[in-house]
Every structure is written in structure tokens, then in C-alpha cells.
């Protein structure tokens, strides 16, 4: 078992950097196309052999340290009752908003091995199969709240915003049964066989740090530290949210993912030695040549400096557009540029 990427999150010295992507399943590859043709995003998900295939996949191809568990961060709240579905080159789109207290009442909670059971059995599958650590994840409240407020993706989050601000009471509400739901869920891919979970605050950005602090902050810490008792490394993760880094390391991560536009230097000088952090290659910089996308890679190397605690990894997800040859290309040479001993 390759257990680097553990050893990295844990903030172990590593004889090389551990490196996975984000979206490292997905639309660049043409095994997944071709598997799209025939199947729906949402029915691949909830198809336990069709996403342990997925899964998989890119484990082989690229050499990477770890998988994701292909599936969906608006999985489980569909199964807490709301209607939805994901449009190609747009994203989750919600029937009917939620707007007013009534909506979050009928929020069920979620019992994962009842409501969501192709992802245990996914996890389940892959555990058997692969020689790297699974990685569980879930959409943070955030996240999932903007989704079900806007009723799709936003650019200014502002109906999510009025909700915050104008009806805290409600906010919350609907935050801590977000909160309670992928708590179960990300427990329930654990106790499955996960090695380790990531939290998707993708749009936190959007926030300013008091707001983030009062209204988001303790809904994200109560997954998280909901986890302590698993001992399993716990990864958080927001686009844009430079500006939030201590808030999101205090809500209990072990590892802070950063995009591509906080310098990694700087990002760990702020968070200290007690955490590891994980990124930050922008995915834009796999579309350029070669030589450009090389130095990319090798200025956050050198950002990172050989110390313990580094996992590498874009600052989102693998474009579309990437060739899977150049991702392969690119694991090879963090490979080679941080081999060393381990003293
Ligand atoms: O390889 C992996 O990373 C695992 C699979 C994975 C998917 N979604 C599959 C998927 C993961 C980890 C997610 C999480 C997810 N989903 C997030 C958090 C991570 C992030 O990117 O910030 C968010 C915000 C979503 C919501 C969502 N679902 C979006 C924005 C999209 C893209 C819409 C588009 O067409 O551009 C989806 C659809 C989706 N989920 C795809 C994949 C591979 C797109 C491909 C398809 O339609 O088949």
C-alpha cells in the first residue's frame, strides 16, 4: 500500500511528494466521455460499479497517490429530498429554491447506508481494488447552501447573502442540517474504508472573513471535529478564499487546500507548522507548453522547499481541456524533482 499521501497530510517527512488532482475523474479523460455517452452524471454516482470504474481510472494513468471517490457533492442532498439535477457545463440546478424556514423543515436528515447506499458500496469495491488511500468527501454547508438557495450556480451569491443576513435564525437552520448530514456521510464513507476526507467549501470565497467566521464557520467545525474520533486525515478546501485560511484551518482541517492565487510560502507562513497544506498549481497553467507549465510546477516545488506536510495538487479541478499525457507528464516530474531520503 502506497501510504505517502497519508504520511504528507499527517506532516510526516516523505521520500517524494505525494501528488493527486482534483477532478481527476472527469470530462479530460476519453474513457469517461465514451462512458457518459451512456450513462448520466447522477446515474454513474449512484451505480456503485460504474463509479468504482471511474474511480479508478485515472489511478493507473497517471500514477497518482490517492483517489477520489467519483461521486457528486449534491449526491446526498438529493437524497434528503430535493429535486435536482446537474446540466453539462453549468452544474447542480435545484427545483424550487429553498427560501423560507418551511423549505429547510423539509430538509430530511440523511441515514447514508439507507439513502445513499451506492457509496458505501463504492468506497466498499475500491478499498479491495486499489493500492492507494480512498479519499471520501462532502460539499460544506456553504457550498451546498448556495446551491439550494440560488437555485444554481452564482456568481455574487446574492439571494444566499440576503438569506444570511436578513433571517440569521433560518440560516442557521438550514447550515447545521447540512452540517449533521454530511457528518453522517462522510462518516459513513470512513467507516467504509476511506483512508482520509476532504471538504468542499468551493464558494466560501465569497464571503468576508466576519461573515464567514459568525455564519459559516461553526457549521464547518462541527463536521469536522465530528471526525476527530476517525484519526483520519481531514482536507479543506475553498476557491478564491485566500483571505480565509485561518478560519478554515481553526474549523479543524489537517490539511488546508489552497488555489493557484495565495503563494504557498506565504499561505503556510500564516497557517504554521501544524497543519499541511495541499495544492497549487493553477489548472489553467496544463493547457500552456510544456516549458511554462514546468516552471509553474516547479515555482510551487520550490515554494514548498522539501519541507514535510506538502501535498501536490492543482487549485481546482483538471480542466476539460488538459491532455491526460501532461497530467502524466506532470506526476513524473514532481517524482523526480522531489525524490530524496528520509533521513
Ligand atoms: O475526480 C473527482 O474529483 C471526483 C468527482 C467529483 C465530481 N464532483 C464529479 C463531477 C467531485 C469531487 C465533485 C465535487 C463537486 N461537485 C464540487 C466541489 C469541487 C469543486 O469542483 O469545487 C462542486 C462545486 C460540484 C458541483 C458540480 N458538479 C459542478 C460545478 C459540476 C460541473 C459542471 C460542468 O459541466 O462544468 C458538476 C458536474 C460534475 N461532477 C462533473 C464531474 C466529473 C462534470 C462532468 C459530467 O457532467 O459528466
Known sequence: MNDLFLRACR?????????????????????????RQRHGILEICRTPE???FVTALPVQRLGVDAAILFSDIVIPVAAMGVSLRIEEGVGPVIDGRVDSRADVERLRSLEPEVDV??????????????DVPLIGFAGAPFTLASYLVEGGPSRSFIRTKGLMLSDPATWHQLMERLAESMLAHLRAQVDAGAAAVQLFDSWVGALAPGDYAQFVLPHSRRILEGLADLRVPRIHFGVGAGHLLEGMRDAGADVVGLDWRVPLDEARARLGEAVAVQGNLDPAAMLAPWERLEERAVDVLNRADGRPGHVFNLGHGVL?????????????????RTTRGTE
Not at 517527512?13 to 469517461?32: D, K, N
Not at 447506499?117 to 486499489?130: D, F, H, Y
Not at 476539460?320 to 523526480?336: E, F, I, K
Open 117 to 130: 447506499p451506492a457509496v458505501g458500496e463504492a468506497v466498499r469495491i475500491l478499498v479491495k481494488e486499489l
Open 50 to 52: 460504474l463509479a468504482a
Open 11 to 35: 506532516g510526516e517527512r516523505t521520500e517524494r511528494t505525494p501528488v493527486w488532482f482534483m477532478r481527476q475523474a472527469g470530462r479530460y479523460q476519453p474513457e469517461y466521455r465514451a462512458l
Open 320 to 336: 476539460p481541456q488538459t491532455s491526460p499525457a501532461t497530467l502524466r507528464r506532470l506526476v513524473d516530474l514532481v517524482a523526480v
